[in-house]
Each structure stands twice: as structure tokens, then as C-alpha cells.
T-cell receptor
Framework: ETGVTQSPTHLIKTRGQQVTLRCSSQ?????VSWYQQALGQGPQFIFQYYREEENGRGNFPPRFSGLQFPNYSSELNVNALELDDSALYLC???????????????FGEGSRLTVL | GNSVTQMEGPVTLSEEAFLTINCTYTATGYPSLFWYVQYPGEGLQLLLK?????DKGSNKGFEATYRKETTSFHLEKGSVQVSDSAVYFCALFNDYKLSFGAGTTVTVRA
């Protein structure tokens, strides 16, 4: 059973550029969530995808968008990058929206984005 | 809304010392509660969980009890090791998402 994998692990962009981050969910999981973790802070919920549809969204502007594919992998896209977008972006997968019924999510190791 | 408040760090301990990290929460309904751990350079790993009041989650010598009356989920370990050095996050699951505290950095010295 493979875990959650994310790519790239590190990347550097300049302000105004666009970035795409990728996530492969754990085998058998059909729900993917994305979180932003700024330095020294706890992760913040960006959005969740369930069966290829956005199923919920946190307090992030529309320039943060996502996709989920039929194989349940996912992408996070961020347009018009700002300096404050520098963070660790975490992908988490679960079987069904509420995990095993308790909300347990399985996290990848993250993609660290630096915006200069 | 949902929110989690946890003890600010950093916390520095000697090996075999007792560790407590306080966590309190605000939520509607009956959320599940979690402690996640993040080791240096790694992603988040689930440490333990509790899904209803009075449940005790435990793993690797760590324990936390879901206290509905005090809306708390304090993490404890009786004897820490150097390998326990990490950032610990308290979190609740409600409204299909996890809400995290700010994290507590723990450093254990030999």
C-alpha cells in the first residue's frame, strides 16, 4: 500500500507567477484535502475534493484552485503568486469525506514553495 | 466556528522528564480530536486520536483524554526520549476538515 506522495518537494517562484502542485492519494482513498502551513504555524484548510468535485473550501481567494482526477490524484494551482504564499503545502487523503468516520487523514510530506 | 488553542513553546526537557502539552478547543457539535506530530523535515503523522467524550487515545507512550466538560485534549508522556523532539499539533475534525493549533515545538536533551 503506497502512502500519499507529493511533487515537487521544493520549488522557488517569483511574485506574479503561477504554480501547480501535485498529489497522489493513498491507495483506495477517494477524498483529497489541501492545507497550507506557513512557517511556525499550524496547517490551514484550503479545500477538499471528493469524487472530482470541490466539497468544501477554507478562507482562501479564488486564485487558489484545484482539480481531482478519475484516479483520485489531485492538483493545487495558485495564480498570481504573492510573497505570503510562501509555505509548505500539504496534501491529505482519506476514504470518504470523513475518513474512517472519525476524520483521520493521511498526509504527504508536502511541497515547500518559496515566492521571491 | 472551530478553533484550537495549544500551549505555546518552545518546550525544552531532559530525557526521562514528564511532558504535558495543553490543548483546548471550541467547536459546534462533537468533533473528533487528534494529536499530530511533525518530525524535522517530515510531513504530519497521526500520533493519537479520540472520537468521543472520555475516550483516551494512546500511542508510543503518549496519552490524551477527550474532556468534553473542559473542552480539552491535553497530551502527556511520562518519560520522554531524544527521539520525541518534534513539533506537536492538536487538531479537531468538524465540518469535513481539520482545524489545527499553532503547534508546540518540543526539544528533548540527552
Amino acid at each position: 500500500e503506497t502512502g500519499v506522495t507529493q511533487s515537487p518537494t521544493h520549488l522557488i517562484k517569483t511574485r506574479g507567477q503561477q504554480v501547480t502542485l501535485r498529489c497522489s492519494s493513498q491507495s483506495g482513498h477517494n477524498t483529497v484535502s489541501w492545507y497550507q502551513q506557513a512557517l511556525g504555524q499550524g496547517p490551514q484548510f484550503i479545500f477538499q475534493y471528493y469524487r472530482e468535485e470541490e466539497n468544501g473550501r477554507g478562507n482562501f481567494p479564488p486564485r487558489f484552485s484545484g482539480l481531482q482526477f478519475p484516479n483520485y490524484s489531485s492538483e493545487l494551482n495558485v495564480n498570481a503568486l504573492e510573497l505570503d504564499d510562501s509555505a509548505l503545502y500539504l496534501c491529505a487523503s482519506s476514504l470518504e469525506v470523513a475518513g474512517d468516520g472519525t476524520g483521520e487523514l493521511f498526509f504527504g510530506e508536502g511541497s515547500r514553495l518559496t515566492v521571491l | 466556528g472551530n478553533s484550537v488553542t495549544q500551549m505555546e513553546g518552545p518546550v525544552t526537557l531532559s530525557e526521562e522528564a514528564f511532558l504535558t502539552i495543553n490543548c483546548t478547543y471550541t467547536a459546534t457539535g462533537y468533533p473528533s480530536l487528534f494529536w499530530y506530530v511533525q518530525y524535522p523535515g517530515e510531513g504530519l503523522q497521526l500520533l493519537l486520536k479520540a472520537t468521543k467524550a472520555d475516550d483516551k487515545g494512546s500511542n508510543k507512550g503518549f496519552e490524551a483524554t477527550y474532556r468534553k466538560e473542559t473542552t480539552s485534549f491535553h497530551l502527556e508522556k511520562g518519560s520522554v526520549q531524544v527521539s520525541d523532539s518534534a513539533v506537536y499539533f492538536c487538531a479537531l475534525f468538524n465540518d469535513y476538515k481539520l482545524s489545527f493549533g499553532a503547534g508546540t515545538t518540543v526539544t528533548v536533551r540527552a
